[in-house]
């Protein structure tokens, strides 16, 4: 069966700094990895997905993720963090079948002044 | 650029209610979800269906059941709502088959049961 674990509930970064949120996968067969953005009061917005064509992949607003399948992971990444980045961050992977995706438990990214 | 609509943004209902939450997308999509929110725990899928009149259970159906009459709308139906319903409940569309669909969201309904 196919799960995300995101490590970390809650992230905190000074404006500027680096941006690393952690995500590994299980997943049986090559899998379809995603990161959606939740701005506060709003709904999911994707940021970018990984779907085999290139191993790092760049999404909007300045990020990007790496697929490293040697070490089951998709971390999210933005080199300078800026004060509209705050919000619920959600990996997520494809089941296997259809359309359905797995969702992580989300991990809060603050950022201080 | 796709909009998914939900009816209502807020929502207090009573224990025993029965509750309606609609769902409007306006791309065309196959594929309609249903998911609950609930913090440290993420997205949970309640139900989902790719087609209209077809339906199929999520990791979580218990309480609740789905209508989808039109290929454009994606009704959850809380039939008894009990306090335990009390969540942030979003829905998603995406178009055609296959894993790498991008599903897209509505703003959600966050419903209060007392």
């Known amino acids: 069966a196919q799960s995300v674990t995101q490590l970390g509930s809650h992230v905190s970064v000074s404006e500027g700094a680096l941006v690393l949120l952690r995500c590994n996968y299980s997943s049986s067969v090559p899998p379809y990895l995603f990161w959606y953005v939740q701005y506060p009061n709003q709904g999911l917005q994707l940021l970018l997905k990984?779907?085999?064509?290139?191993?790092l992949v760049k999404g909007i607003n300045g990020f990007e993720a790496e697929f490293k399948k040697s070490e089951t992971s998709f971390h999210l990444t933005k080199p300078s963090a800026h004060m509209s980045d705050a919000a619920e961050y959600f990996c997520?992977?494809?089941?296997?079948?259809?359309?359905?995706?797995?969702f992580g438990s989300g991990t809060r990214l603050s950022i201080r002044p | 650029d796709v909009k998914v609509t939900q009816s209502s943004r807020y929502l207090v209902k009573r224990t025993g209610e029965k509750v309606f939450l609609e769902c409007v997308q306006d791309?065309?999509?196959?594929?309609m979800f249903w998911y609950r929110q609930d913090p440290g725990l993420g997205l949970r899928l309640i139900y989902f269906s790719y087609d209209v009149k077809m339906k199929e259970k999520g990791d979580i159906p218990e309480g609740y059941s789905v209508s989808r009459e039109k290929k454009e709308r994606f009704s959850l139906i809380l039939e008894s709502a009990s306090t335990n319903q009390t969540s942030m409940y979003l829905c998603?569309?995406?178009?055609?088959?296959?894993?790498?669909?991008?599903?897209?969201f509505g703003p959600g309904t966050r419903l209060l049961v007392l």
């Open positions: 990984y779907t085999s064509a290139a191993t």
């Open positions: 998603a569309s995406s178009y055609g088959s296959g894993p790498r669909q991008t599903q897209y």
């Open positions: 997520a992977v494809s089941d296997g079948s259809a359309s359905k995706i797995i």
């Open positions: 791309m065309d999509h196959e594929n």
